[in-house]
Each structure stands twice: as structure tokens, then as C-alpha cells.
């Protein structure tokens, strides 16, 4: 593709929207040679518009304009409010055009059949051309490419709207003196390239270029005249300007937040309330006296928690003053589950339908005159219930009341890698089967398998290959294995000694498009699924309680129902305080071909692998 550079001249520029407009080429002779015709220039409105002529690197769009003074151009920048990496080149290309930083535009385009002259000076003419796209460019290569009113983007405001402020006098007699001394400079280099091929100018075929810049300087010297007694006029009617009002200065608030791990707020909330048996007046003076200088927002969140008014309403604020401490939990606890690392898994909401697709239609040649077969699709529909996740931890009081680091931490991780690791052995376990109204299947209930073999590479392969006999993209699918079989495919090389599965490490990675998640809960399994196909629901949210008077079955798989043989332990008498974590989430299959895995992997390092490992001082290979 071709570029025909240009001055990126500002005619307007509007922030809220981020709109601006210019000129994105002339028919002038730029400094590579080329003089670009806008007459012969095609072009689908709106054209990309790019940053640097990086295709990877979009900002916006443009609607273009053929004019026989150049192509005109109007751009876009959209504005986002996600954070993302085109957000943050939007708002670079954004900051760079009004600081006048990027003063210049670039056309890519395509010269079509045909669409070129070659004129005795070398230089070339493109006549014929496909505009394709339109970027920013730091360097213009126009002549006497020069931005002045790039200097001058102060926005004024006039009855709310935003508007341009209009370049000065001066500036105007500037750019015209600019724009003559441009067509001069190519007036006397025609001049002088017929006077060097020993040329009258009338021989020349550049005279009537030469003719056409003659008029347009005289039409600017005319309005330079107009210009510079329009001028003598203004210092005539000048009055002095009295000074303004020195602004008030202000400075943003700085804050500085204690460098604790995640979660800690969130716990010591839990903790304050424990150790103050509930009544939360004293929790707060608890949690004040406590954690003043590294958490103050503990006891700011236990006074809003329970502030009279719309505060205690589920429906006004008490999202909102909750959210800040039971999102650093959720922080946590997402990236530790198979859940968390998953990318573009279905997310559906709680018992509504999902219609999806289970037959296609009928199709076949049909003759001359011939009748068209009718055909018909077929579909289902397919809703996640409420399903939930629970633990309880018990702890002593005398942990809750002398709670340090540590042991906040041991709460922390505690309830973290418990919950993590039930919902990883649930979501990919083959032995979990649905139960009405407890909890789902887990992905690989009933799914297709395979034996695996020695050969990571055809294994993965013939994974691969389920999904294309199925009519399923292969594109993101993601397989789950141990964190062992992961490490075994970073031991692989080619011929060359270069890694068969460059980007997979013992965490995981990607590989080829492919995503590859470790977990431990996967054994011996290695587990392919396509997300898309994969609904899930979850509500976001863990929901803590806490009591000191309750009576449990100190057991991991408590009796239901309870009958007389159950034995209670009551946590007033232990001087015991249980915690209790519930999540709600749920998962299902679109598609019964959505994952299929291997079993009995163990794939061996390839021979020549060298493995440390590191007993004590000593090292055996």
C-alpha cells in the first residue's frame, strides 16, 4: 500500500464528542515526488482510521470529501469509559492531536490500473487510487507543512455548547504567507526545470500548472493586503486589557493506603464483629483503636453497614457500601479457581432460558423448474437454577481476640483454597453427576473420552480434531491439565532445540490460540472445552455470617436429616465461633460435544531432559 502525506490542518475540534476535521492530502508535489490527484481518488465512507499506518492499531473512523483543493476529511474518536488497551490509545491519539504533538495525516491507498503519469521532472502523478484508510503521523511531508492552529485549541463554551476558538489575525496572515511561499517555491522549481531541459515554459507540460499557482498567488496576495490593513486597524482600536483575578489554587487530595494483602479489610470486618459479640457500636470503636493506621476503612465500612435511613435498604444503598470490602474477597478468590482463568466462558443469568440450536435444516441441488425442499431448524432452551457452594470454618475465640498477620492470614487463605478447591474438583470431576435442586453436573459428566497416549502433540491433536468433526470452532479452546503434564510439554524442543510448545509453562499459557490452565484437581485427566458452549452463572458474591450460639455437627458431611444419633457441639460451650462462607454458582453444556477429555495421561519427558531436584545440600540429576 502506498502513502501520500498531508498537514493535518484543524478546522474544528469538538471534546466531548472528540470530533475534528482537515485537509488529508492536496494536489500539490510532496516530498517524495508524487503529486496526489483528488479527482481520481475512490473511496467507501467511513475509512479506519489508524494510528502510524498500524493496521493493529485502530482509533477511530473517517468520512472523506473530494474537493479539486484536496480531500477533506472529518474524524471520530470514540469515547470509552472501560478500561482497555484501545481506550488507552484513543486517549494518547487524543492528547497528542491537542497538544499539537501529531500535526500531520497519512492516506493509505491503492493505485488502481492505469493510475499513473510520469512527468519529465521524475516526479509522478497518481490519477487513479483506492483511499483505504487514513492515519495520524508525527512527520508530514507536504511543503511548508506548518501547524499553527493546532496552537490555539483553547475551548470556549457559549451557552453550554462547545465551540473553537477563531485563529487571530496574525495567524491568519501567517498561514497565507506559508501557503504563498509554498506555491512560489514550486513555481520557480517548474521554472527552472525547463530552463535546465533548454525548454521555453510554453513547451513545458508543466505550464499550465505553473499558470494555475501564478493565480493562486495573486489571489493571496490580494488578501494579504486585506488582511495586513485589517490588522492596522485592530492596533488602531486596541484598548488595554485589565488584568484578572488571580485563580484559587487547588491541590487533589492525596491518600495513602497501608500495604496489607487483600482481603485482610474484609476479614477484620468479620473479626471486629465476632469479637464484639455482634454489637457493632463496639466493633467499630474495636476496629478504630485496632487498625486506625492500616485499615481505617474497616470501621468505616461496619458505620455504614448499619447506618440508619436508606443505608439498611437491600434495594438503595447498601450494595453500594458493601461492595468495597466484599470485592477485595472476590479478587481473591477468582484468579484461585479453574472458573477464574477461563476465558469467554458463557456468562448467563440465573434461571432465565437460553435458547439454543439442535438441528440445522435440509439442503440439496435442485433441477431446472424443479421444486425447492422445505426445511425447518430445530431448537431447545436451557436454564441454570440456583445452586450454591457453603463451608464453615470454626475458630477458637482466643484466635479471634488475638488475631495477628498471621492468623488473619491463615482465615484468608483458609477460606480461600477451601472453596477454590471444591469448585475446581466439582467443575471437571466425571464422577460429579447433577442432583435436582443441590447441584450441576460437572462439565465432564457424560462427555466423550479418550485414552492418552506417549505423543502430547497427537493427543492434543486428536482433542482438537472431536471439535472440528462437530462443527465446533476450535478457535479459544482451552484445555485443563495437571500442573505435571504442563511442565512435561515445556521439556519438549524441536530438531532445532526451539520448544515444541512455546508460551506453556508449569502455570499454563497459550500456545497456537490455544489456552492452557493448570489445576491439580485435573489428576490424570487433560480436559478440552470450547467456552463459548459453556453457561455459567454466578452471582458475583460471597456471603459471610458468623455466630457464637449455634450448635453444629462438627463434620464434613453432616447427616440429612438429622436423626437421634447426631451429636451437637455448641459453640457457646466450646467458646468456639463459626464462620460461614456461601457462594452461588451454577454451570451447564450448550452442547453435548462442548468438551471431551483424555484419561490416564502421564505424558514422559522427552529423553535428554535434564530434572534437578533438590534434597537438602545435596542434588541428584
Given at each position: 500500500?502506498?502513502?501520500?502525506?498531508?498537514?493535518?490542518?484543524?478546522?474544528?475540534?469538538?471534546?466531548?464528542?472528540?470530533?475534528?476535521?482537515?485537509?488529508?492530502?492536496?494536489?500539490?508535489?510532496?516530498?517524495?515526488?508524487?503529486?496526489?490527484?483528488?479527482?481520481?481518488?475512490?473511496?467507501?465512507?467511513?475509512?479506519?482510521?489508524?494510528?502510524?499506518?498500524?493496521?493493529?492499531?485502530?482509533?477511530?473512523?473517517?468520512?472523506?470529501?473530494?474537493?479539486?483543493?484536496?480531500?477533506?476529511?472529518?474524524?471520530?474518536?470514540?469515547?470509552?469509559?472501560?478500561?482497555?488497551?484501545?481506550?488507552?490509545?484513543?486517549?494518547?491519539?487524543?492528547?497528542?492531536?491537542?497538544?499539537?504533538?501529531?500535526?500531520?495525516?497519512?492516506?493509505?491507498?491503492?493505485?488502481?490500473?492505469?493510475?499513473?503519469?510520469?512527468?519529465?521532472?521524475?516526479?509522478?502523478?497518481?490519477?487513479?487510487?483506492?483511499?483505504?484508510?487514513?492515519?495520524?503521523?508525527?512527520?508530514p511531508a507536504n511543503v511548508g507543512a506548518t501547524i499553527l492552529s493546532v496552537?490555539?485549541?483553547?475551548?470556549?463554551?457559549?451557552?453550554?455548547?462547545?465551540?473553537?476558538?477563531?485563529?487571530?489575525?496574525?495567524?491568519?496572515?501567517?498561514?497565507?504567507?506559508?501557503?504563498?511561499?509554498?506555491?512560489?517555491?514550486?513555481?520557480?522549481?517548474?521554472?527552472?526545470?525547463?530552463?535546465?531541459?533548454?525548454?521555453?515554459?510554453?513547451?513545458?507540460?508543466?505550464?499550465?500548472?505553473?499558470?494555475?499557482?501564478?493565480?493562486?498567488?495573486?489571489?493571496?496576495?490580494?488578501?494579504?493586503?486585506?488582511?495586513?490593513?485589517?490588522?492596522?486597524?485592530?492596533?488602531?482600536?486596541?484598548?488595554?486589557?485589565?488584568?484578572?483575578?488571580?485563580?484559587?489554587?487547588?491541590?487533589?487530595?492525596?491518600?495513602?493506603?497501608?500495604?496489607?494483602?487483600?482481603?485482610?479489610?474484609?476479614?477484620?470486618?468479620?473479626?471486629?464483629?465476632?469479637?464484639?459479640?455482634?454489637?457493632?457500636?463496639?466493633?467499630?470503636?474495636?476496629?478504630?483503636?485496632?487498625?486506625?493506621?492500616?485499615?481505617?476503612?474497616?470501621?468505616?465500612?461496619?458505620?455504614?453497614?448499619?447506618?440508619?435511613?436508606?443505608?439498611?435498604?437491600?434495594?438503595?444503598?447498601?450494595?453500594?457500601?458493601?461492595?468495597?470490602?466484599?470485592?477485595?474477597?472476590?479478587?481473591?478468590?477468582?484468579?484461585?479457581?479453574?472458573?477464574?482463568?477461563?476465558?469467554?466462558?458463557?456468562?448467563?443469568?440465573?434461571?432465565?432460558?437460553?435458547?439454543?440450536?439442535?438441528?440445522?435444516?435440509?439442503?440439496?441441488?435442485?433441477?431446472?423448474?424443479?421444486?425447492?425442499?422445505?426445511?425447518?431448524?430445530?431448537?431447545?432452551?436451557?436454564?441454570?437454577?440456583?445452586?450454591?457452594?457453603?463451608?464453615?470454618?470454626?475458630?477458637?475465640?482466643?484466635?479471634?481476640?488475638?488475631?495477628?498477620?498471621?492468623?488473619?492470614?491463615?482465615?484468608?487463605?483458609?477460606?480461600?483454597?477451601?472453596?477454590?478447591?471444591?469448585?475446581?474438583?466439582?467443575?471437571?470431576?466425571?464422577?460429579?453427576?447433577?442432583?435436582?435442586?443441590?447441584?450441576?453436573?460437572?462439565?465432564?459428566?457424560?462427555?466423550?473420552?479418550?485414552?492418552?497416549?506417549?505423543?502430547?502433540?497427537?493427543?492434543?491433536?486428536?482433542?482438537?480434531?472431536?471439535?472440528?468433526?462437530?462443527?465446533?470452532?476450535?478457535?479459544?479452546?482451552?484445555?485443563?491439565?495437571?500442573?505435571?503434564?504442563?511442565?512435561?510439554?515445556?521439556?519438549?524442543?524441536?530438531?532445532?532445540?526451539?520448544?515444541?510448545?512455546?508460551?506453556?509453562?508449569?502455570?499454563?499459557?497459550?500456545?497456537?490460540?490455544?489456552?492452557?490452565?493448570?489445576?491439580?484437581?485435573?489428576?490424570?485427566?487433560?480436559?478440552?472445552?470450547?467456552?463459548?458452549?459453556?453457561?455459567?452463572?454466578?452471582?458475583?458474591?460471597?456471603?459471610?455470617?458468623?455466630?457464637?450460639?449455634?450448635?453444629?455437627?462438627?463434620?464434613?458431611?453432616?447427616?440429612?436429616?438429622?436423626?437421634?444419633?447426631?451429636?451437637?457441639?455448641s459453640l457457646w460451650q466450646t467458646n468456639t465461633i463459626g464462620l460461614r462462607?456461601?457462594?452461588?454458582?451454577?454451570?451447564?453444556?450448550?452442547?453435548?460435544?462442548?468438551?471431551?477429555?483424555?484419561?490416564?495421561?502421564?505424558?514422559?519427558?522427552?529423553?535428554?531432559?535434564?530434572?534437578?531436584?533438590?534434597?537438602?545440600?545435596?542434588?541428584?540429576?
Open positions: 500500500m502506498d502513502l501520500a502525506y498531508s498537514l493535518l490542518e484543524i478546522k474544528s475540534v469538538t471534546p466531548e464528542l472528540r470530533r475534528f476535521s482537515g485537509i488529508a492530502s492536496t494536489p500539490e508535489l510532496d516530498r517524495q515526488g508524487d503529486i496526489y490527484d483528488p479527482a481520481g481518488a475512490v473511496f467507501k465512507n467511513p475509512v479506519p482510521l489508524l494510528f502510524h499506518h498500524d493496521p493493529r492499531q485502530p482509533i477511530g473512523s473517517v468520512t472523506l470529501k473530494a474537493t479539486p483543493q484536496g480531500i477533506l476529511f472529518e474524524a471520530v474518536l470514540p469515547a470509552l469509559e472501560d478500561a482497555s488497551p484501545l481506550k488507552s490509545r484513543v486517549d494518547d491519539a487524543w492528547a497528542c492531536i491537542k497538544a499539537g504533538v501529531i500535526t500531520g495525516v497519512s492516506i493509505g491507498h491503492r493505485i488502481l490500473a492505469d493510475g499513473v503519469e510520469y512527468l519529465k521532472s521524475g516526479a509522478r502523478r497518481i490519477t487513479k487510487s483506492e483511499i483505504c484508510e487514513l492515519s495520524l503521523v508525527t512527520i496552537k490555539s485549541l483553547s475551548v470556549q463554551r457559549a451557552k453550554g455548547a462547545p465551540a473553537m476558538s477563531k485563529p487571530t489575525t496574525a495567524e491568519h496572515i501567517q498561514n497565507l504567507e506559508n501557503k504563498r511561499a509554498a506555491l512560489a517555491s514550486r513555481m520557480t522549481e517548474i521554472m527552472e526545470t525547463a530552463a535546465g531541459e533548454g525548454q521555453t515554459l510554453g513547451e513545458s507540460e508543466q505550464a499550465g500548472e505553473h499558470d494555475s499557482l501564478a493565480v493562486q498567488v495573486k489571489s493571496i496576495d490580494a488578501d494579504l493586503g486585506r488582511w495586513r490593513d485589517h490588522e492596522k486597524l485592530n492596533i488602531l482600536a486596541a484598548v488595554p486589557v485589565p488584568p484578572a483575578p488571580m485563580a484559587k489554587v487547588t491541590y487533589p487530595s492525596v491518600s495513602v493506603k497501608a500495604n496489607v494483602p487483600l482481603g485482610t479489610a474484609f476479614v477484620r470486618a468479620a473479626c471486629a464483629q465476632l469479637v464484639c459479640k455482634g454489637n457493632t457500636r463496639d466493633a467499630i470503636v474495636y476496629a478504630e483503636e485496632r487498625w486506625k493506621d492500616s485499615t481505617p476503612e474497616v470501621a468505616l465500612y461496619l458505620k455504614a453497614a448499619v447506618a440508619a435511613g436508606t443505608t439498611t435498604d437491600a434495594t438503595w444503598a447498601l450494595p453500594l457500601v458493601n461492595q468495597n470490602i466484599s470485592n477485595e474477597f472476590i479478587e481473591l478468590l477468582r484468579p484461585a479457581t479453574i472458573l477464574g482463568k477461563i476465558p469467554g466462558l458463557r456468562n448467563v443469568p440465573f434461571n432465565t432460558k437460553v435458547p439454543t440450536q439442535t438441528a440445522g435444516g435440509t439442503y440439496g441441488w435442485v433441477g431446472e423448474a424443479k421444486p425447492k425442499p422445505v426445511t425447518k431448524l430445530a431448537f431447545s432452551s436451557t436454564s441454570l437454577g440456583v445452586s450454591k457452594a457453603a463451608g464453615i470454618i470454626v475458630l477458637t475465640r482466643e484466635l479471634v481476640m488475638l488475631s495477628n498477620p498471621s492468623a488473619e492470614a491463615l482465615v484468608r487463605a483458609d477460606m480461600i483454597a477451601g472453596i477454590a478447591q471444591f469448585l475446581d474438583q466439582q467443575f471437571i470431576d466425571p464422577a460429579v453427576a447433577a442432583v435436582a435442586g443441590v447441584n450441576p453436573a460437572s462439565i465432564t459428566n457424560g462427555a466423550p473420552t479418550a485414552a492418552a497416549t506417549t505423543n502430547p502433540l497427537a493427543d492434543i491433536m486428536g482433542l482438537i480434531n472431536h471439535f472440528a468433526t462437530n462443527n465446533i470452532s476450535v478457535a479459544g479452546v482451552t484445555f485443563i491439565m495437571s500442573a505435571a503434564n504442563a511442565l512435561s510439554l515445556t521439556f519438549r524442543t524441536n530438531l532445532d532445540g526451539s520448544p515444541e510448545f512455546p508460551g506453556v509453562s508449569v502455570s499454563g499459557g497459550s500456545y497456537k490460540g490455544l489456552t492452557f490452565v493448570t489445576s491439580q484437581a485435573a489428576g490424570g485427566n487433560v480436559i478440552a472445552l470450547q467456552p463459548s458452549l459453556v453457561l455459567y452463572a454466578d452471582d458475583g458474591g460471597v456471603t459471610i455470617d458468623a455466630s457464637q450460639e449455634a450448635s453444629l455437627q462438627m463434620d464434613s458431611a453432616p447427616a440429612s436429616p438429622a436423626d437421634a444419633t447426631t451429636v451437637y457441639v462462607a456461601e457462594r452461588f454458582i451454577n454451570w451447564a453444556k450448550a452442547d453435548a460435544n462442548a468438551v471431551k477429555y483424555l484419561t490416564a495421561t502421564a505424558w514422559p519427558a522427552p529423553s535428554g531432559a535434564s530434572v534437578t531436584v533438590e534434597t537438602g545440600s545435596r542434588k541428584k540429576d
